[in-house]
């Protein structure tokens, strides 16, 4: 059994603490077996809602690396061409090159680069 993420359990929690408050006030009951009800029925409620909430899925398409700056990513594709003209099932994704973003460094201003010591601001007045 899959372990619930943190958005199942957050969510579940909050349904679980406001519906028993909300009930509580709702019934206006203080009784023992009152009580129990109005919990027993907020906690699955709560759970309900936590089996409810999406779960993100995992990727299935693997990306391949090349040794070049761009990253590959697979296509799927469901035919292929072959030399004779003919249309065939494809049998492997073709990579798809992506530009790699390279990170981009500002120069340094003079009067920083050649400061003696950090520049040091006071924190009170």
């Avoid at 409620?45 to 993100?56: D, E, N, R």
Wanted: charged content about 15%; some cysteine.
């Amino acid at each position: 059994m899959p372990r619930p993420t943190v958005a199942q359990l957050t969510y579940g929690s909050c349904t679980v603490i406001f519906s028993t408050f909300a009930m509580l006030l709702l019934s206006q009951t203080s009784s023992g077996p009152g009580i129990a009800v109005v919990v027993v029925a907020a906690v699955a409620l709560g759970v309900l809602v936590a089996m409810t909430v999406p779960v993100p899925k995992a990727s299935r398409a693997p990306v391949a690396r090349s040794t070049t700056r761009a990253r590959s990513v697979i296509r799927p594709t469901t035919r292929s061409v072959t030399r004779s003209g003919a249309s065939r099932p494809a049998s492997r994704p073709e990579p798809v090159p992506v530009p790699v973003h390279a990170r981009v460094s500002a120069p340094v201003p003079a009067s920083v680069a050649t400061a003696p010591e950090p520049v040091r601001e006071p924190t009170a007045p």
